[in-house]
């Protein structure tokens, strides 16, 4: 008999957890998102900076990171909080009164559809924070504006003093690249997060069957694990889309999805779209151990101190 899904931690805990979370898988990993970054630029990888450097934009990344992450998991656990604790009325028996059970005490396809949405709008909440630091980090490791996360920033800054640019401008040139991002992102999650939902609902279920109890939900190590794999499969699927962010944000002027895709068909065919598949698929399933494991470990944490055995 499946086991009953944990409440989303409150409010105060998704967002502890998930800046501690972000913080130490951006820091962790930093060194292969740089030369994924690279392998995926359109002046090809040691124009970009090759080997060299590969800490290059660590400033964005530490100011993003935390509240990037802690935007995600709030949006999420509040979400799935608000979804499980809805109930919905039927049309074919709303003459008799009666109401539909809520989504999460249905059926797993439900769950995960909940999980679906519950992590859409986390990403979309999340990008708000992550794209200004995204377009600043990225160029940064790709070597321009001097290689630095300052030297980007000031660079797109200046352009303020342009005519006809202004501050509009400068937050478009911030904001360059939101839409394929948010492209990348969302069907990401729509992946990972109820793949990993999934596994942990196994877990807790195998632990059910032979009896071995703990605190909350499940452990940190094992949530890792299951981060690792959901994480893996999702990076390996959604590799064309990265590649189309990164080329958005680093080209010198702004152009068009549909332009960047002409031109790397007419140019290569379609192999660039898996440029740095590998260590994109070795950084985000170690990404996910970090993230997912870290946070789940923050949560489990800080809600045995709240809610004392």
């Known amino acids: 008999m499946p086991t009953a899904e944990p409440q989303p931690p409150p409010f105060q805990t998704a967002l502890l957890a998930g800046a501690l979370a972000g913080t130490t898988v951006d820091l962790s990993l930093f060194p292969l998102?740089?030369?994924?970054?690279?392998?995926?630029?359109?002046?090809?990888?040691?124009?970009?900076?090759?080997?060299?450097?590969?800490?290059?934009?660590?400033?964005?990344?530490?100011?993003?990171?935390?509240?990037?992450?802690?935007?995600?998991?709030?949006?999420?656990?509040?979400?799935?909080?608000?979804?499980?604790?809805?109930?919905?009325?039927?049309?074919?028996?709303?003459?008799?009164?009666?109401?539909?059970?809520?989504?999460s005490s249905s059926t797993p396809q439900s769950r995960a559809a909940e999980h679906m949405l519950a992590a859409s709008l986390g990403e979309i909440a999340a990008c708000a924070v992550r794209v200004p630091t995204e377009v600043v980090k990225q160029r940064a490791q790709a070597g321009q504006h001097g290689g630095s996360s300052w030297a980007a920033l000031r660079h797109i800054l200046e352009q303020r003093r342009q005519a006809g640019v202004g501050l509009i401008g400068v937050a478009r040139e911030l904001y360059r690249g939101w839409g394929i991002t948010v492209m990348r992102e969302v069907p990401f999650t729509v992946l990972q997060f109820p793949l990993w939902e999934a596994l942990k609902a196994w877990g807790r279920e195998r632990r059910a069957r032979t009896g071995r109890g703990m605190f909350g939900d499940v452990g940190a190590a094992e949530s890792a694990l299951y981060g690792s794999i959901s994480g893996g499969v999702a990076a390996a699927v959604t590799t064309p889309l990265d590649v189309l962010k990164t080329r958005v944000m680093l080209s010198a002027r702004r152009e068009s999805m549909a332009s960047i895709v002409r031109t790397i068909l007419k140019e290569n065919g379609i192999r660039p779209f898996f440029a740095g598949i590998g260590p994109r698929v070795m950084w985000i399933s170690a990404g996910g151990a970090i993230f997912l494991g870290s946070y789940q470990w923050a949560v489990n944490a800080l809600e045995k101190q709240r809610i004392p055995a």
């Open 33 to 103: 998102d740089t030369l994924k970054t690279r392998l995926q630029s359109s002046q090809g990888f040691f124009a970009a900076g090759g080997f060299r450097g590969i800490y290059r934009g660590v400033g964005s990344a530490l100011v993003g990171s935390a509240p990037g992450a802690a935007f995600f998991f709030c949006t999420y656990e509040a979400t799935k909080s608000f979804l499980s604790s809805t109930t919905f009325p039927s049309s074919s028996s709303a003459a008799a009164g009666t109401i539909l059970p809520s989504l």
